[in-house]
């Protein structure tokens, strides 16, 4: 794609790198077969290849962000399907979240919409205050008639509300500065992302890691100043508020790693893994953090690859559960972790089934299903259709956010990929295994 930026403007790092992206577009168009917004709503501008022309013309006529640039660019899930099909490497991930900060800082959007995103930025990142948020959520539904007469912000609401747990578990027992120790002879030293949303939605995936780890001869810390990876921010152009998540992590972990040391920094949610891993890019240009970034982001693994170092065994608990394996995109597209956590779960003892259009995103991607509640439910009918197709026991998933958009539009179990293989390696049985294993259905 040829591109027209004034030498002025190549001069800003970040308009040189979106000028070599646009360049390496060659119009051909295979993106759009594969883009879930493209497929639902059928419209060019709705596709990577019309949202990179919109972001072309907004660049290099050095134009703030405008209604129609705003309007087609939230509708993006950033779930990077195009990425993986491009057949020329456009970067498209980096190029979406350069215009999405420059949405954020030149266009004004509508107060209903303004005002959900400060609460969205304000709360969802912070375990202590999302916890707070979702005890309310409870009282919330019993207004829901008059919410939804409240209009766009009404509806954005309620999706909200929707997701919102029935009951809030138990808030995690994992605490910040401590470790724990492995059963037997120490093989590896990690640290876990404990994070912010997942610690609060279902602490459960964490505790099933730690069981799992340390139980292969694994010791994890929990480093005093982690939290947020910043991702959720960041998908909202909110570039100051990632960067200040994405330092205090990195200043937590290198003590870590300059002190006992560290093999890897685990995550067991794509979204945060995909993140983290691109922390070097985030912070390239600040002296102080581009080199410690680049430290994090090559020891960040997700929690299956690492365990696919461990040379696990076969699963002690033969199994005849069928799990219909769906792949976030953030690990599929993001990660472009594939095979890896359905090799795992096969070598556990489960029979696993691909999902059909499995590179078609569920409609969660981060805050995406409160701020376009249409699309997102579209998407969630499509996804749950195809898993049905195949007929699971239990669904599995590596990122909290698919679990909670798939889990309330179907009767079919949705479980982390590391809680099936805690279960398989004779950790705790959640309840409907017990219910499945014990008394299968006649
Ligand atoms: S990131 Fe996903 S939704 Fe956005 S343009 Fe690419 S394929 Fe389409
Ligand atoms: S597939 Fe790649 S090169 Fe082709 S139009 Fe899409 S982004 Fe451009």
């Known amino acids: 794609?040829?591109?027209?930026?004034?030498?002025?403007?190549?001069?800003?790092?970040?308009?040189?790198?979106?000028?070599?992206?646009?360049?390496?577009?060659?119009?051909?168009?295979?993106?759009?077969?594969?883009?879930?917004?493209?497929?639902?709503?059928?419209?060019?501008?709705?596709?990577?290849?019309?949202?990179?022309?919109?972001?072309?013309?907004?660049?290099?006529?050095?134009?703030?962000?405008?209604?129609?640039?705003?309007?087609?660019?939230?509708?993006?899930?950033?779930?990077?399907?195009?990425?993986?099909?491009?057949?020329?490497?456009?970067?498209?991930?980096?190029?979406?979240?350069?215009?999405?900060?420059?949405?954020?800082?030149?266009?004004?959007?509508?107060?209903?919409?303004?005002?959900?995103?400060?609460?969205?930025?304000?709360?969802?990142?912070?375990?202590?205050?999302?916890?707070?948020?979702?005890?309310?959520?409870?009282?919330?539904?019993?207004?829901?008639?008059?919410?939804?007469?409240?209009?766009?912000?009404?509806?954005?609401?309620?999706?909200?509300?929707?997701?919102?747990?029935?009951?809030?578990p138990a808030a995690s027992s994992i605490k910040p500065g401590v470790s724990v120790t492995p059963d037997g002879q120490r093989k590896g030293r990690v640290a876990l992302l404990t994070g912010c949303a997942q610690s609060v939605l279902d602490p459960g995936i964490n505790l099933a890691a730690v069981r799992l780890l340390s139980r292969f001869g694994v010791e994890i810390v929990f480093p005093k100043g982690e939290g947020c990876c910043g991702a959720i921010v960041h998908h909202m152009g909110r570039a100051k508020q990632a960067k200040r998540f994405a330092r205090a992590n990195i200043d937590a972990w290198m003590e870590e790693i300059e002190g006992e040391g560290l093999d890897a920094i685990l995550i067991t949610a794509s979204g945060c893994?995909?993140?983290?891993?691109?922390?070097?890019?985030?912070?390239?240009?600040?002296?102080?953090?581009?080199?410690?970034?680049?430290?994090?982001?090559?020891?960040?693994?997700?929690?299956?690859?690492?365990?696919?170092?461990?040379?696990?065994?076969?699963?002690?608990?033969?199994?005849?559960?069928v799990v219909a394996y769906h792949s976030a995109c953030s690990m599929q597209h993001g990660q472009r972790i594939t095979s890896l956590p359905k090799s795992l779960l096969e070598h556990a003892g489960f029979e696993v089934r691909d999902v059909p259009e499995g590179h078609i995103c569920c409609g969660s991607a981060g805050t995406y299903n409160i701020l376009q509640p249409e699309i997102a439910a579209r998407l969630r009918e499509r996804k749950v259709r195809n898993i049905e197709a195949v007929a699971p026991d239990v669904i599995a998933t590596g990122n909290i956010g698919c679990i909670t958009q798939i889990a309330p539009a179907t009767i079919v179990p949705v479980l982390h990929t590391v809680e099936l293989l805690d279960w398989a390696y004779g950790g705790e049985r959640r309840d409907f295994l017990r219910r499945r294993v014990e008394a299968p259905p006649s």
């Open 1 to 168: 794609m040829q591109t027209n930026f004034s030498l002025a403007q190549l001069a800003d790092p970040e308009i040189k790198e979106a000028d070599s992206i646009f360049r390496r577009c060659v119009h051909c168009g295979f993106c759009l077969a594969t883009c879930p917004t493209y497929l639902e709503l059928g419209n060019e501008l709705d596709s990577p290849r019309g949202r990179i022309y919109l972001i072309k013309d907004m660049l290099e006529n050095d134009r703030p962000a405008s209604a129609e640039v705003t309007l087609h660019i939230d509708r993006c899930l950033s779930c990077l399907s195009c990425v993986t099909t491009c057949p020329s490497g456009v970067d498209y991930m980096h190029l979406v979240d350069l215009a999405r900060e420059r949405i954020e800082k030149t266009y004004r959007r509508p107060f209903g919409d303004r005002l959900l995103r400060v609460i969205l930025a304000r709360v969802l990142p912070y375990r202590r205050r999302f916890r707070v948020a979702l005890s309310f959520a409870r009282f919330g539904r019993a207004f829901a008639p008059l919410i939804t007469k409240m209009g766009r912000f009404g509806e954005r609401m309620q999706a909200m509300l929707e997701l919102a747990p029935e009951r809030l």
């Open 273 to 321: 893994g995909t993140t983290v891993k691109d922390y070097w890019h985030l912070l390239q240009h600040e002296p102080a953090y581009a080199e410690k970034a680049q430290r994090i982001s090559a020891l960040a693994l997700d929690i299956t690859e690492y365990l696919a170092k461990l040379d696990l065994p076969p699963g002690e608990r033969a199994s005849d559960l």
